[in-house]
DNA sequence: CGTGCATTTGACGGGGCTCAATCGCCGTGG
DNA sequence: CCACGGCGATTGAGCCCCGTCAAATGCACG
């Protein structure tokens, strides 16, 4: 939405239209200055670390993805997944302030940080999109944080209904992600996200039929444990 | 500053810049539609509330404000303090997802939303400003989030820190809220806080003359518990 | 000097962390 | 087809940090 406001400000030429198009074989060369390119990373790869410059803006094609902060001790803060859709990779400062790694096989939409920028300054349509980017991102952060301060089943049941949301399913969530990226995501040990998950399946809230797959048999009860 | 520039696209006849620079007797009326307007709060007053129509954006003029959010059964979550020339209010969406309240006494400079909106639109500069605004928000809002997965001593740590480095101090610093209101930024409870702060006192860290007034005795200490 | 609120201090219990063992899924090779 | 190994997830036991509840103290103001 942001990048495609951003390309409709770009006039390009036939060849570059195509390129797009296909799937590029080495994204780092070619049509990224003007108007973005792909890229693709295995899972477990980093798409850029903390304090690398913040060269690029990315939008998720395919796939998930999280960014994450780390402390000296070792400790590691997730604060977001992104799937489908979502921006990432915008920061204000030159450098990023977190690191971002693909969680599944993933593929991406790159734009120079440095064209989006020149673009919002001439045109207010990009200006506006690339505000509200940021303002839905520090809505999703100041949603996080309210996370940070609830009790380990409700922390989890927050997730799995947020989960269930963003991926539109009917019922059953499929996680891309280990048991301690959801962890490190809630401020819990991963210990204490799968005791939870399995209370919540004696309770018969959900099914597990394996340890990635959610069916979400009480949203009431869940909404309820949300607080 | 952001707003700085929005009244820079604002031409102001006579009248109102005589209004603007006198302390408002009712600053609700007047010249606040055109170019924003100054307001005062007592403590513990209410600014604007959550769901509220986000009809204005705010600076701190002088004073301390908190904005947070409550959860159904009564947990508050402080989402920051503001200082003189912090922006707060500005949301993406029509209304506010927090609340704000006055710590102190406090003195704001107001402005239409739509009003500065508009100046985006057709004016670049204010446009850049507004998105550096939300994108410094969002960045404190992180940092925020990192806080909460740390223990006790590193959050209480890193909030003297943080304080002493936002209030530009030189070893004192006056704490405007009280100890539920750093408990709630924190996520703590306020007996946690004290006994942390005396923790610290008698480790010599910090000195404590009364309660609201901190004197940092040793930030090496402080900065290695902030991990 | 007394009243009221903020803060501190104390005692106790529990939720979640730590450390460790076991289980289960899955790919690989015999 | 099964044995085996590896890694993620689950389960268990014990403990500790921090929350809860309650009382005492300090401080501002009439």
């Known amino acids: ?19 797009r198009r296909a799937p590029a074989p ?4 070619g049509c990224i200055e003007l108007a973005g390119g792909r890229m693709s990373f295995e899972p477990n790869t980093e798409i850029f670390g903390q304090d690398d410059p913040a060269e690029y803006v990315y939008q998720v094609l395919s796939g998930t993805l999280r960014t994450y902060r780390l402390l000296s001790d070792g400790r590691r803060q997730v604060s977001a997944f ?36 020149a673009a919002a300054a001439h045109n207010a349509e990009v200006a506006r999109q690339l505000w509200q ?27 799995l209904l947020g989960l269930a949301e ?21 401020g819990l040990t991963m210990e204490t996200v799968s005791r939870t998950l399995t209370q919540f399946e004696s ?19 869940l909404r309820r444990l949300n607080g």
């Open 26 to 29: 080495d994204p780092m060369f």
């Open 82 to 117: 992104h799937f489908p859709g979502d921006v990432f990779g915008l920061e204000s400062g030159a450098e990023h302030v977190s690191s971002a790694e693909a969680v599944t096989r993933t593929s991406v939409l790159v734009v120079r940080r440095s064209a989006l920028l």
């Open 203 to 221: 309770n018969g809230i959900i099914e597990l039929p394996v340890s990635r797959r959610v069916v979400l048999r009480n949203r009431s009860a």
């Open 166 to 186: 963003r991926l539109r399913t009917d019922g059953t969530v499929e996680l891309p992600m280990s048991r301690r990226d959801i962890a490190d995501y809630l």
């Open 1 to 19: 939405m942001l990048l495609d406001a951003f390309r409709a400000t770009v006039p390009l030429p036939p060849a570059l239209r195509d390129v």
């Open 133 to 159: 980017a940021t303002a839905r991102e520090l809505q999703r952060s100041q949603e996080h944080g309210l996370l940070l301060i609830k009790s380990a089943p409700e922390r989890v049941a927050a997730f």
